[in-house]
């Protein structure tokens, strides 16, 4: 057997999430599962994490363990995206050393938060987060707050089950480009919706619904202020370093 690095890019808003489910063929390992079997590889093939359902990303990571009769990376890549959905895209296939792994090998995970100020208009509306109005000094102010080591046990989704929720941020900040507003954190692990409640709460800055000093206790543990989830529409897994 031979390991091979897959990335791959799909529009979330298609599938019921990345992971595979039982109650459900419509993710995206569940049709990648799919069609791997039909080309005769078997072994399970291992995602750097998972994105919730409408999640998008752009640099997705996979591997899996392929039967040597499997040489030829470039056939491969094109019989995969000949059988796949439309709204998934292999973009490279390429072999790696045996002890890769695409979730522990990874040292950083990259996402993008993309919003726009303005109505809702029905060709962006799986893809962006519309806000009529954004305070978008008040945003890139508070964003840096989430850099450094930090317990995110007051950013996470109910039901996560992890024992550990300290989380490491080394870069959290804003740009501007092309009338979007962009938002991009870069961590060595996220929790279950993390980003978003995080995103959340730094809307609530802008509309002035809270304040950067209740952010700050919120990140120290000190006392929750918002629950608020930011939508997945806008949301981009978009690198995965190793």
């Known amino acids: ?74 056939r491969l890549k094109e019989m995969l995206n000949v059988q796949l959905p439309s709204a998934m895209r292999i973009q490279r296939i390429e072999f790696v050393d045996n002890d890769f792994h695409a979730r522990y090998s990874a040292k950083r995970r ?26 978008r000094e008040a945003i890139a102010d508070a964003i840096g707050c989430f850099v450094g080591t930090h317990n995110f046990e007051l950013f996470k989704k109910s039901g996560n089950d992890l ?11 804003t740009y501007s480009h092309k009338g979007y507003f962009i938002l991009v954190f ?3 692990g996220f929790l279950r919706s993390q980003i978003r409640l995080m995103v959340g709460f730094l809307l609530r800055i802008s509309a002035g619904k809270a304040t950067k000093e209740q952010l700050i206790e919120q990140i120290n543990c000190v006392k929750r202020h918002s629950t608020d989830i930011a939508s997945h529409n806008g949301l981009y897994l978009t690198h995965i370093k190793y």
């Open 1 to 74: 057997m031979s390991r091979i690095k897959i990335t791959l890019s799909y529009n979330g808003s298609a599938f019921m999430g990345s992971q595979q489910q039982p109650n459900t063929d419509n993710t995206v390992m569940g049709h990648l599962i799919t069609v791997l079997h039909r080309l005769k590889i078997t072994a399970t093939p291992k995602a750097s994490g998972r994105t919730d359902r409408g999640v998008h990303a752009t640099h997705q990571i996979i591997h899996v363990d392929v039967p040597e009769f499997w040489t030829d990376v470039q």
């Open 110 to 135: 990259v996402y993008r938060y993309i919003i726009k100020e303005d109505e809702i208009n029905p060709f962006e509306d799986n893809f962006v987060t519309f806000v009529p109005h954004l305070n």
């Open 163 to 173: 024992e550990h929720h300290t989380r490491i941020i080394y870069r959290a900040y």
């Open 186 to 188: 870069e961590g060595n």
